[in-house]
């Protein structure tokens, strides 16, 4: 028996053709399309208003529960020759530990489009890179070298044992590596017992991942370092507020004499800024955030003004209705 011939263009033409009078292609498919009341909209005004303005006051009420405490050292260290300095200070109110130390700069603006362009991503995450290359792609103009980093032939390298060569490649390099805080906090006593500061797991573990060491006996500083990748993660505003550690395993009290150890080495002159150290708490909803729980009622106001304009024009529309009758 003859096997009937199947004409592919026939077969093709069949298909566009029923696919043109499909009801996705002709646009008939079943579609719900609301038409709004002056009745639904006072509704869904009112119910937003409710949500956003019940959601702000939880959170104010949350952040206010939150306790920071500040001590701005620049004063009281900036005299001090031997780069020692100790901060003494007394808690003025009770804080449970998960307790997060930070460091605050004042006037530091990190978020300079050339400042954070100033660094090479390629060095930072382990790639083999020349001098010649960096310039040329000037990922970290205008700091090259490590004598554009201010260090000499006798600088020691990350390794400890072998000295940087001041006219090599600055690993890493850039404004950026090169603002690198570098203040050391190397003793906590609280009523003046020692205490255990945690200074692991302060970075991000997506940044901790794009942060990898090339060559120790090149580097400057150990980029693995978290202390470093925190600072290499810009701050959007003019005063930063970076992660130092945490104080996991003590409540402090009321009336406790907190003494800091401080190697003074960071000089805030240059931008006429100050420096501080912050003890935060936190909750579940994280730190102290009260501008996000101001925008919740502020948005939650707006709408229950307009969802009251409307039941004022309900109103007004219904009573000169009922004069004309």
Aim: hydrophobic share 35%; with cysteine; net charge neutral.
């Amino acid at each position: 028996m003859a096997r009937k011939s199947v004409n592919i263009k026939d077969t093709e033409d069949l298909i566009y053709s029923k696919l043109k009078q499909s009801k996705f292609y002709q646009q008939r498919l079943q579609a719900w399309r609301p038409v709004p009341t002056l009745c639904s909209i006072i509704i869904f005004y009112s119910i937003f208003s409710i949500i956003f303005i019940t959601i702000g006051i939880i959170l104010i009420i949350f952040s206010n529960e939150i306790k920071e405490i500040e001590f701005k050292y620049n004063e009281l260290c900036k005299d001090n020759k031997k780069g020692v300095c100790q901060i003494n200070f007394e808690i003025p109110k009770d804080m449970n530990s998960p307790i997060f130390i930070y460091y605050k700069l004042y006037g530091f603006y990190q978020n300079s489009r050339r400042y954070m362009k100033s660094r090479s991503q390629n060095q930072l995450i382990g790639e083999e890179t020349s001098l010649s290359e960096i310039k040329s792609s000037e990922d970290c103009d205008p700091i090259y070298t490590n004598g554009d980093m201010g260090f000499d032939d006798s600088t020691k390298a990350a390794d400890g044992k072998t000295s940087l060569i001041k006219d090599e490649l600055a690993i890493p390099c850039g404004i950026m590596a090169k603002t690198f805080f570098n203040d050391s906090y190397i003793s906590w006593k609280i009523n003046d017992e020692e205490l255990i500061i945690n200074e692991t797991n302060i970075a991000w573990e997506k940044d901790k991942k794009l942060f990898k060491n090339t060559n120790l006996s090149k580097q400057w500083i150990d980029v693995e370092n978290e202390h470093f990748i925190v600072w290499m993660r810009p701050a959007g505003l003019p005063d930063i507020k970076k992660l130092w550690g945490k104080i996991e395993n003590k409540n402090l009290k009321k009336g406790d004499k907190l003494e800091i150890t401080v190697i003074n080495n960071y000089d805030v002159d240059i931008f006429n800024g100050n420096k501080s150290i912050i003890l935060n708490t936190i909750n579940v909803f994280g730190g102290n955030n009260t501008f996000l729980g101001i925008c919740f009622v502020v948005v939650g106001g707006i709408s229950l003004l307009l969802g009251i304009g409307f039941i004022i024009n309900s109103c007004t529309q219904n009573l000169s209705k009922s004069k004309e009758k």
